[in-house]
């Protein structure tokens, strides 16, 4: 695993659950406004954060934290992100992966695995936008919508609202694509 940063205690980041956040280096897309660019282009990683470190850090914060948070980057990237996972599992975590839907056959292996306990998925603009983020097939998209809808696992949509991007007509078309699940928007930089 390629770990850029670890955030120790976070109220707001799994939803009924007081959670460390572990965010991972790397991703295929280029949002124009991403937050996280030192997470997305090389070029800007840190020195990565050792695997065994962070697991030892949840180790001692057992009784304190209920769940861990995977994000990026984008985590369903690295290698071994099944094994760290397991390894974060077997510390009696619940875990959330946060994701942009890039990686359906690395979804579906770890919810096969039960291995995910709440996604959370950037819809990022309607598939017709798609290419303003992503250079690959928007297939991957649909089939990772599909995937979470039908997983049975507590899951969310988000959605980062840039007026400069989206239109009003393109949100109402991101929550047809999510419906009937929960859709959230965020405006950009609020
Ligand atoms: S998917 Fe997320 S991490 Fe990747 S470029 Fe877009 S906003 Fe940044």
Redesign the pocket.
Do not use: A
């Given at each position: 695993m390629q770990i850029g940063g670890l955030q120790k205690l976070s109220l707001i980041d799994y939803p009924g659950k007081t959670a460390a956040v572990i965010f991972t280096q790397g991703?295929g897309?280029?949002?124009p406004?991403?937050?996280?660019p030192q997470?997305?282009y090389p070029e800007l990683f840190e020195k990565s954060l050792d695997e065994d470190e962070v697991l030892s850090f949840l180790k001692k914060r057992q009784s304190l934290l209920q769940g861990a948070v995977i994000t990026?980057?984008?985590p369903m990237i690295q290698r071994n992100l099944k094994d760290f996972i397991k390894r974060v599992k077997n510390l009696n975590y619940a875990v959330k992966l946060d994701t942009?839907g890039a990686e359906p056959e690395v979804l579906k292996s770890l919810i096969a695995e039960k291995l995910i306990d709440f996604i959370a998925m950037?819809i990022k603009a309607p598939f017709a936008k798609y290419n303003l983020?992503y250079k690959g097939s928007v297939k991957n998209i649909a089939d990772s919508i599909s995937i979470i809808k039908s997983s049975n696992i507590p899951h969310l949509f988000r959605t980062t609202y840039d007026k400069n991007i989206l239109t009003q007509t393109d949100l109402e078309d991101i929550k047809n694509l999510t419906a009937p699940s929960k859709h959230i928007t965020q405006e950009c930089g609020k």
């Open positions: 991703c897309m280029f949002c406004y991403c937050h996280n997470l997305v990026g980057g984008e942009n950037d983020f």
